[in-house]
């Protein structure tokens, strides 16, 4: 897997105003980040809060490393409007849609590092069938192994190849953008033609026609073929 980086820069106007920005008092039972080695970007655009403050984790910077060998986590309810890629291209989100998600390191007995991205989001999206929007759930669970650098990450994919081995793996960095890779791992998520179940504008024959034009199997078009 390719390296994945966002950086993201503010005007001076925008870099002063979230420098004075008072700090908004911690909600009562809400989860609290306190991390060394945590670096909050202070030049988002709009004055935009650091992730000391639950449900605000724009801005989490963190070092992949020291994520891995101190088994760090992170985790929070972000709204789906600040994943900014995701739902660039897709229709009107659900008014305080949010998207549950956690980020954790560990390093394994082989000394090799590791994250672990769990999220779940229902983005709205459009069928391909009736066109019409509709919240899909996506749970994402994935396990990412840690390379060193681009060189060693093109060498593991080249064993991959060679040995039919698939592992997901990002290239360390000491400011890895932590809702950037929630975001990478929840559009890798999305179904490449996203279908209702059951479409509500159209009537039931246009259903069957639709699911019987999709084969079940390789082999099931095979056998319509011979039947013809």
């Known amino acids: 897997m390719a390296k994945k980086q966002h950086d993201t820069q503010g005007t001076p106007s925008q870099q002063a105003a979230a420098a004075s920005k008072p700090e908004a008092p911690q909600p009562p039972g809400q989860h609290e ?31 992949t490393a020291e994520l891995a060998r101190q088994g760090r986590a992170f985790e929070d309810l972000t709204p789906i409007t600040q994943f900014a890629r995701l739902v660039g291209d897709l229709p009107t989100q659900l008014p305080g849609s949010k998207v549950q998600w956690s980020v954790a390191g560990k390093t394994d007995m082989q000394g090799r590092q590791w994250v672990h991205v769990v999220a779940n989001a229902q983005p709205v999206i ?22 060193k650098s681009e060189a060693e990450l093109e060498a593991q994919e080249a064993h991959d ?22 975001e990478d791992e929840i559009i890798l998520g999305l179904p490449y033609v996203p279908k209702h179940e059951i479409c509500p504008s159209l009537p039931a024959p246009l259903h069957e026609a639709d699911d019987d034009d999709t084969p079940s199997s390789p082999f099931a078009a095979l056998g319509k073929l011979k039947n013809h």
């Not at 991390?35 to 963190?62: I, T, Y």
């Not at 459009?126 to 390379?147: G, I, K, S, T």
């Open 33 to 63: 980040q306190t991390l060394p080695e945590v670096e909050h970007d202070k030049s988002l655009a709009g004055g935009r809060q650091a992730h000391q403050l639950a449900g605000h984790a724009e801005g989490l910077f963190v070092d």
């Open 161 to 182: 190849e060679s040995t039919g081995e698939v592992v997901e793996r990002i290239v360390g960095t000491r400011r890895l953008d932590v809702l950037g890779l929630v």
């Open 126 to 147: 459009e069928c391909q069938r009736c066109m019409q929007p509709f919240a899909l759930q996506v749970d994402v669970d994935n396990l990412l192994q840690v390379m």
